[in-house]
């Protein structure tokens, strides 16, 4: 029953379920443009109490990764077992660097006060509320799909390990790297937004 | 004796002795379990079978569907005397909320693609299961996660009492517990989301060779026009009811004004989902009619094209008019114009199925069975249904009519009338390829009667009291409004009795004996040319499409 051989199905499956993601991020992006344009001063002044340098890592680390999950594919292709789940472990590693630093960049602000309905936040400008409202939201969506990223890589690691992923059937790697990808994409959006244009 | 009209021989069918049928010979897929290590409920609950994850569907949403008529019935009667009749004003409010969220989206919106969808698509296009069916049935699973947690939003915390629109603020600092059915929704939309995927999918990668793009019956074209918007727009109603959940957990700010967020967007991201929703709504009900008109016309589909077009231009066009839900909410006068231009283009498509309906029954061969009875009233409460969208899309008219039972009747007529009697005809239609058993025609007809005549008593009077002036949700009103209300709840008490006894009647049925033949109307779509029921793969030799779906040649009356 079903088709089970027809990858490029599979794939096509895969897409539509990444339009959905980006729909999902559309969603938050059009809030972004509707408040930017409603409360201009306040984001571009908020904007700059952002850490451009640690965005700035974050960006190149989810790049690299990307760049590995990709090279795995082509090593899965050339049944470079050994080489393709270092360079897995190495994108699921770069993974956990971004959360460290999402984490060390969060924690500081909580450490200011600056929190969804903290009293320091309270007392800003309507407009910084909004902003650090949008900034908790989008970036911990975005970490909270890192992590399955991340979950999904660990999954596929192990099933070339078992010897489910190999030369002829690399499907499921294909199909978790084009979710990696999309987050990676994603970031690319998030990053400029919030840190680079204001 | 049951009446057996259905007797009507076709070229196929003569070929078979009445009495005795092809289901004999072939074992259904109610005795072949898939996988097939699985036994007795195990084999439901474990199944990969599309047919069998469609009956597992029509049971969870019958019950749904049960409770919201009750439901609504209970508001309705509260509404029937000026002043508290059954309930006091809490309860009201829980009730039409829950009577909206249940309806909405545990019924109307999964029912045709999760039901029907589920169990005719992979048939029509001459497969044997949708592309993924372990994604399949967890999209059952989702759904009925989505609807426990429903339930227990109403036993937790007190109700939600929003209404089904969740709109902010009150859904932030109300009390009672709407985070958990925001998270219902939430859950419910994906399972949506996940079938569209499904469909989509399916109907690019699985087509039986031969079958092209021109030769897809209307019912799937209807069913994959729908799954698009299903997979485009859903995303967008997660993220906004997820926002509602943030706002009330951790109180970002987004839709709030004293910090810098703003309540309309969020009424701009809740339609920019719920208005393209009443597609995915519709949308597949307008499949079923496109199928059973030209069946029971003997006559072939008018303007085939025309219908898939009209099915991509509703799909497109319905995504471009959320807006006109707004008008009075304080958009600029310029959004207004565009939007209210856009929803008059919406209708255009519409149109032109309706016509290619009528058109189709022009000089056709007419055999009045169940099916047609409920296609014929749901071409003309849709039709209603429609041209009062119109009164509201137009920016003027909409001000005075804005929220109040105008509103009620308009969606009622489309929902219902469009969406439920589809669902009707449908049910009346397939019953006899899913289980293989005619059900009594008389009471069919009388439930059909009953429950068209109810509906024009209760919905009418609306109309009335919405352009007298009273506002929907309200749980009380003035003297003036008490005719209007009580003719309403007179409605509702012909109308309800009608939906059992057709429920009833289906039911019964399945005491028979199995003895459906394969094509008891004289179809010409590839579901009739299995057996009823089908076997666990659909077909027994891979099917030969033919150059057109409705080529009714062949097909004999006598």
Redesign the interface.
Same mark, same amino acid.
């Given at each position: 029953?079903?088709?089970h051989h %027809?990858t /490029?199905?599979a794939r096509?499956?895969m897409w539509?379920?990444l339009?959905?993601?980006i729909?999902?991020?559309?969603?938050?992006f /059009? +809030?972004y443009s509707?408040?930017y344009r409603? $409360?201009a001063q306040?984001f571009i002044s908020t904007g700059q109490e952002l850490d451009t340098v640690l965005g700035s890592v974050n960006t190149v680390i989810l790049l690299v990764s990307s760049f590995l999950v990709a090279a795995a594919i082509t090593a899965v292709q050339r049944s470079q077992t050994k080489g393709a789940m270092a360079l897995l472990t190495g994108a699921v590693l770069l993974g956990m660097v971004f959360l460290a630093n999402k984490y060390l960049e969060w924690g500081h602000k909580f450490h200011l006060g600056i929190y969804?309905?903290s009293p320091g936040l309270?007392d800003s400008?309507?407009?910084?509320? /909004?902003f650090y409202?949008?900034y908790?939201?989008i970036t911990g +969506?975005h970490a909270l799909h890192i992590v399955m990223g991340m979950v999904l890589l660990i999954v596929c690691i192990a099933m070339i390990g078992f010897g489910r992923i190999q030369k002829e059937r690399f499907l499921l790697l294909e199909n978790c790297g084009l979710y990696w990808h999309l987050v990676d994409l994603i970031w690319i959006f998030i990053f400029p937004l919030f840190y680079l244009i204001l | 004796m049951i009446p057996r009209p259905w007797a009507v021989s076709t070229e196929r069918n003569r070929a078979i002795p009445m009495g005795e049928t092809m289901s004999n010979a072939v074992t259904s897929f109610y005795d072949t379990p898939?996988p097939a290590r699985f036994r007795g409920v195990w084999s439901w609950l474990f199944t +990969?079978?599309h047919k069998r994850i469609a009956l597992l569907y029509l049971g969870a949403a019958t019950f749904w569907f049960i409770i919201a008529v009750v439901l609504g019935f209970l508001v309705r009667m509260e509404l029937m005397t000026p002043g508290r009749t059954i309930m006091g004003a809490e309860t009201y409010n829980a009730a039409f909320t829950l009577h909206g969220v249940i309806m909405i989206f545990l019924f109307v919106i999964p029912a045709m693609p999760a039901i029907f969808g589920n169990f005719l698509l992979p048939i029509q296009i001459g497969t044997? %299961?949708v592309?993924?069916?372990k994604?399949n049935l967890l999209s059952w699973y989702l759904y009925m996660l989505g609807g426990a947690l429903a339930i227990v939003s109403l036993f937790a915390d007190g109700p939600p009492d929003t209404g089904w629109t969740f709109y902010v603020p009150f859904s932030v600092s109300t009390q009672t517990n709407v985070g958990l059915t925001l998270t219902a929704a939430f859950i419910l939309g994906l399972s949506s989301?996940l079938t569209g995927?499904?469909f989509?999918?399916t109907v $690019?990668?699985?087509r039986v060779p031969g079958m092209g793009w021109l030769q897809i019956p209307l019912f799937t074209w209807s069913l994959y026009a729908t799954a698009w918007v299903q997979?485009?727009?859903?995303? /967008?109603l997660?993220?906004?009811l997820?926002?509602v959940v943030?706002e009330r957990v951790?109180?970002?700010? +987004?839709f709030d004004?004293?910090?810098?967020?703003?309540p309309v967007?969020y009424q $701009?991201?809740f339609w920019?989902y719920s208005h393209p929703a009443v597609y995915i709504m519709i949308l597949p009900g307008m499949g079923v009619i496109s199928e059973i008109i030209p069946v029971f016309s003997r006559k072939s589909i008018f303007g085939y094209k025309a219908i898939v077009g009209s099915s991509i231009g509703i799909a497109t066009a319905g995504s471009l008019v959320w807006a006109h839900h707004m008008f009075t909410s304080g958009m600029s006068d310029v959004a207004v114009f565009v939007f209210s231009f856009l929803t008059f283009i919406v209708a255009v498509p519409s149109a032109i199925k309706v016509f290619s309906w009528v058109s189709t029954m022009y000089k056709g061969s007419i055999l009045m069975t169940p099916p047609l009875f409920f296609a014929l009233c749901f071409i003309y409460l849709f039709s209603v249904g429609g041209l009062t969208g119109l009164v509201l899309g137009a920016a003027g008219p909409n001000i005075q009519v804005h929220d109040t039972h105008f509103v009620v009747a308009h969606f009622h007529f489309v929902m219902f009338g469009g969406t439920g009697f589809s669902f009707f005809a449908g049910l009346h239609f397939w019953w006899p390829k899913m289980f293989g058993r005619m059900y009594h025609f008389k009471r069919a007809y009388l439930s059909a009667i009953l429950i068209v005549t109810g509906f024009m008593l209760h919905y009418v009077p609306m109309f009335i009291l919405g352009l007298q002036g009273m506002p929907r949700r309200y749980y009380d009103y003035l003297e003036q409004f008490a005719p209007g209300n009580f003719f309403a709840g007179l409605g509702a008490l012909i109308m309800v009795p009608g939906l059992f006894l057709m429920v009833i009647n289906l039911m019964v049925s399945l005491k028979q004996p199995v003895d459906a033949p394969a094509d008891p109307w004289g179809g010409t779509t590839l579901e009739w040319s299995v057996p009823s029921p089908p076997p666990l793969?659909n077909f027994i030799e891979r099917p030969r499409p033919g150059k057109y779906p409705y080529d009714f040649s062949r097909v004999r009356t006598p």
């Open positions: 029953m079903g088709s %027809d /490029v199905g096509t499956g539509l379920f339009y959905t993601e729909m999902l991020f559309g969603g938050l /059009v +809030l509707a408040y409603m $409360h306040a969804p309905g309270e400008p309507p407009g910084r509320i /909004v409202g949008l908790y939201t +969506l | 898939f +990969l079978d044997d %299961d592309f993924f069916p994604l989301m995927l499904n989509i999918t $690019h990668r699985m997979l485009l727009a859903t995303p /967008v997660s993220i906004t997820l926002l943030f951790f109180g970002t700010g +987004l004004p004293a910090r810098g967020g703003d967007l $701009h991201l920019m793969h």
